[in-house]
């Protein structure tokens, strides 16, 4: 058995572009200067490392090791190198299809497999993913479960093919239809990639098909070649296993050899040639799509596979070309021309082959034509311009951000650890990447632009709207693009539940009894500091050095609920142009400084605040919040700029008319509050409220209600809090409270009769569900343990009736939910899904059942599990940042205390099941909700009628 002991020294890498200089303004403050750091400072800031050990078993199952003991947690990831580039023709769709089945049983997990364990230990919900070269499984538990785990990942590999019969391979082939559905069959331009690969791939390229296949090959799978599958690709020898975070490498390698080592190796497996896409010549085709209601525009060219020598330059490329209001895209199809509000470009890249892909949405009314003509004209700017090197320089100061973040968990960790090694067999290899990224020139830039875009034949689509074939490009053909019908009763009934006979599967140990936990995990709550400045700016903060990075936020109250309710979009386009510019600088150059110092800033309007999220290296956090100060009180109001906000605006409104799932979300918020209600509004606003919108209304906004006594900071990252609150002196002294006065907090508004609404959305494949009505607030004494109540309905993910009955049990939907929201004010209980169009009815039927079943058979052992995730959980409840910043909210929000989390714990391990059955019975009556469909009018409004809440209203879009 071979081990290798090796650290990854990632900061290091980048000791070049620590050095880098962040240039100034003329008129910034000299103070910002001292902000540069040399290369010597630089170096010294870098001492991140991961190290990680790795061996192989003599099965060939490469086993990576990282330890991270600053959260009681660990990470379990299981890659198998085999993606949709492995399946054959006829029979596409598989490796996604496995990655669906794996969860669902094995010989020793049994029933329910690993999601059923999932939610006895606490775990973050086992998840996975398929691409065109891989899919994994991977999922952060409490650390005590580490050898439930690695029991549990072994018995997937070695004792779980038995398990699949008939009627589990059926099922499951509805919920990956429905998965489709979904994401690319009603979805707005969800055809694009399925139209690009056909013609940017010849037939025989193991990329001209889509990872989630085709619902043909779905359905004609048969067990048999669900088993040849697996016994080929799903070997030790084919599987990378990452463990990483808090445990004890020693006795994880005896695990590890104990569960998996008596698997047997597969057949040796090849690798996949590299091997680019090809187009003989320019290929144009166009799609009347049913769900898009403007015209985009998609331009491929076949590229360079990941990790080419040629991808770093690429990457570079299509970020210079799209980002940032300096970029030849934005000069030209935005400023300029005023064709639309963005211009997507991204290398993309995969193992075998790589695409580089620019993709315009066009405004109504504009034709792709024109588009074309003006991506001809910014290319032919960008080739007389070229990149300067303070633009490389600020495209790499962010790609160093990036790749912080990428790392601020285990999880992130054990991915990138797995990804390397599949890729290259050297989970180290992040060093050489890190160089190659810093090792590109702009002359490097220019060259890859020659070599696979200038000149080049490329695949271009146009996706229009329905009887708008006119505003395509030119020359066109039409897309071969298969629409699925929707038969009511086209599908057979199943029954998963029916338990497979076999012979068991052989084991030298006795796998049948799951392994028992390990040490307790001791919960670490973070130490949260706090402070208030002179101007009442509420500050609240967490340490935490595992990355040099800083988040932080500050929320100012108000928000929409500030607005005029016959106006609304006014908080929404002032926040967003907050960042087009200062007084100061232009909104070029703010974007550049920003940029150069590796940071994001973004402003943002919720329904209850004004929102400044910022992200930034710890060692910029002084330049970065010198340039927040800047934005907050200085904002620069360019005519010019809200011109093209408003358009982006009205374009962004537009484009919601024909997302079922906005639909449904904008129509629910008017059924829930009323239409008298602001909060009932879109926070967009409407194309009539936003075309009457001027600059003044934002100004109006701006100085009336941004205010620090009704604003709160939150501060987490690698600075501790003297330096936090030194830093804040100046805003201290600039930003002048005044009073703002904010709405009362909303009271419940109880309904009194169930009532079927539905919004027409014709021909489509599924139906958007959205039931529920307004219920607690945040600090309601009932909201918590309403929460606790829901977790088995349809907060427990796999472990949630809702989601056993509907997704597990019928194949209806891919996923469904519940859950009670709330803040100071009442929020609502909502049960939302998507579920094939021709069972509509019978959804809404089984969850009308759900609910007035649930208090008589919720059952001892669902207290059990619902107690034993929320309290084992909370060993990772503040793992990452995200988690982190939303503690701070909690507890300046709602004046928690920091031991919240152990209060809550108090609650869920005295709850009764009486109390939950009386919790059931007073906030789950499907007799008081509110019922909304979006679907297919002509198949599915008539239906409704039997649900038994009388006639269903039609409401217009």
Partial sequence: MKIATTSLLIAAAFSSANALPVMAAANDKPAQANNVMTKAKANAAANLKVDYQKFSLANGLEVIFHVDRSDPVVAVNLTAHVGSAREKA??????????????????????????????????????GSTSQDRTNYLQTVPKDALEKMIWAEADKLGWFINTVTDQVLAKEKQVVKNEKRQSVDNNPYGHTSYVIDKALYPADHPYNWQVIGSLEDLQNATVDDVKEFFRRWYVPNNVTLVIAGDFDTAQAKKWVEKYFGEIKRGEEIKPIAKRAGFVKETVKLYHEDNFARVPALTMVWPAVEQLHADSYALDVLSEYLSRGKKAPFYKVLVEDKK????????????????QFMLSVRAFDGKSLDEVAAAVTEAFAKFEKEGIAEKDLNRIKAGQETQFYNSLSSVLGKSSQLAEYNYLTGNPGFVEQDIKNILAVTPADVMRVYEKYIKGKNYVATSFVPKGKVAVALSGSTKAEVVEEKIVQGAEDAVDPSINATYTKTPSKIARAT??????????????????????????????NAEVPLVQFEILIDGGLLLEDINKVGVANLMARMMTQGTAKKTPQELEEAIQQLGASINVNARTEDIRITVNTLARNYAATLALVEEILLEPRWDEKEFSLLKQSVLSQIRQQDANPNMLAAIAYSKLIYGNE??????????????????????????????????????????????????SLSELAKKWQAK?????????????????????????????????????????????????????????????SRLTQQLREGKGYTYGIRSGFSGSRSVGDFSISSGVRSNVTLESAQLIKQILQDYAVTYSDADLATTKSFLIKSNARAFETFSAKLGMLENISKYDWTANYVKEREQIVKTMTLEQIKALSQKYLDPNKMIWLVVGDAKTQLLRMKELGFGEPVLLSK
């Fill in 90 to 127: 006829g029979r596409t769709g598989f490796a996604h299809l496995f990655e669906h089945l794996l969860f669902l049983e094995s010989e020793n997990l049994g029933k329910g497999g690993l999601d059923k364990m999932t939610a006895r230990i606490g775990g973050s919900g086992a998840n």
């Fill in 339 to 354: 064709l639309t509000s963005n211009v997507s470009i991204g290398n993309r890249t995969s193992e075998v082959a790589g």
């Fill in 514 to 543: 799951e392994p028992a936990y390990g040490a307790a995990a001791e919960v670490k709550l973070p130490t949260v500091w706090n402070d208030k400045l002179k101007n009442g700016l509420r500050v609240y903060g967490i340490q």
């Fill in 677 to 726: 209600n602001i909060r009932s509004r879109n926070i967009l606003g409407s194309a009539e409220t936003v075309n009457a919108i001027n600059i003044e209304d934002l100004k109006a906004y701006y100085s009336k209600n941004l205010s620090p006594s009704v604003a709160r900071m939150h501060v987490v990252g690698a600075l501790p809090k003297a330096s936090i609150s030194h």
């Fill in 739 to 799: 009073k703002v006065d904010l709405p009362a907090p909303m009271k419940a508004a109880n309904l009194s009769t169930a009532k079927v609404y539905f919004v027409d959305v014709p021909d489509a494949k599924q139906s958007v569900l959205q039931i529920g009505y307004p219920a607690l607030a945040a600090t309601d004494k009932d909201f918590y343990a309403a929460t606790v109540m829901n977790y088995i309905l349809g907060g427990g993910g796999f472990a």
